[in-house]
């Protein structure tokens, strides 16, 4: 007889054969009778295990197992409005495949606790319902591409160009060099555009960020995009709907985990494009009104994302952020030398920047200006401007942070949940 996922057997009928395996997910004895739960990635089931009804050996050791031993179940399936599911298995045979030893997690562990034992909280029930958001969120994104005749390529993270700053890089030596982990793929993203047009990718980026935030991680998942002939407001089009295409199918596929984790799909079902854009500069003269104190120039933290996204309900995109306050590859708005085409995507409820997006500067001199005004290694660009010498068309081009996408999804409240080791100020262990 074939084991059966336990979603699968929590559809059968009332006297029907099953066999399942899993792991011990909670457990409780009296005497003759045990009653435990048993866990796979598809679900809980309750079983009932009684000394006459199973051979005197496998009652004994079932009686041994403490909860995360692995098992091997068969028996009879019956219905029960009191247990998870409305099924519960009265078992017949039952197989204690890994004895378990004493679990070090209990209840009402500390953060640090949980996080030193990352590797076994990962089988919790919040955990499991956050990977399979994030795994369902990267089907969504990679089905969207396909759909939209992107190409997915495969950029390496180690480089000599810190895109995104001195401040946040991590260095190290390179047979003698010194190399950065990769902040962003996009400088190897816009090679491509005369090749292949429309690219995209996921790789990790690494932002050696010194604060302690719920937004930041060292470590994190990017996905990028860039697409050639594109102009600024065409490249936020893409972003509303990719996100929005995720929303709609993460409130499909995992209403069930997004209700564990407190989101109600509802929120997510009404995300559809288009989304509010506000430049810059209104966005600044509507914080003056509420009262903070803030000079053209200043970057937006998070009262001040908080505050812009107070009555919105889906995200709304900050455009044309000043030249100064932004990376030196953003496209000098033609309008206005001040500012650059590019935008921020804000989702609501205080989750902020989900995505940086822009127009790429074509016009190498005021690269090189800005570059320097960095204090960054300007003969390490030139493979870079050598996209500009050979054929230079408009293309535009943003990232996404996975995890930041996933916490606003699941509603969940520090960036560590969204990824299954995180690495931290100060933790990259286990
Ligand atoms: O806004 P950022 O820095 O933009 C870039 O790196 C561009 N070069 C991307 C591009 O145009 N191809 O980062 C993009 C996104 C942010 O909006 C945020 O969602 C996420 O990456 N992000 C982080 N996520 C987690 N932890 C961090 N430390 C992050 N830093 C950025
Ligand atoms: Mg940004």
Redesign the pocket.
Known sequence: MQFEKIAQALKKKEGEQVRIRGWIHRKRSSGKIIFAVVRDSSGLMQIIVEKNKVDEEEFKAAKKALIESSLEVEGIIHEDERAPGGRELHVTSIRIVGFAEDFPITENQSVEFLLDNRHLWLRSQRLTNIMKLKAQTLRAIRAWFDANDFYEVTPSVITMNA??GGATVFSFDYFGQEAYLS????MY?EAFMPSLERVWSLTP?F?A?KSRTR????E?S?L?A?EAWLHNEENMQVQEELVSHVCQHVAHECSEQLEALGRNPDDLRMIEPPFKRITYRKALELLQQKGFDLAWGDDFGTPHERALMEEEEKPVFITKFPAESK?FYMKLSPDDPRTVECS?MLAPEGYG??????EREEDINSMIERLKKDGANVKNYEWYFDLRRYGSVPHS?????I??LVCWLGKIDH?RDATPFPRLLRRAYP
């Open positions: 895109a995104e902040q962003t793929a996009q993203l980026s932002r960020e937004k930041h991680l060292i994190y990017h990028e860039e990376a921020d920047e989900i995505i940086g997006g822009s081009g943003f990232g996404l942070g995890e930041r960036i």
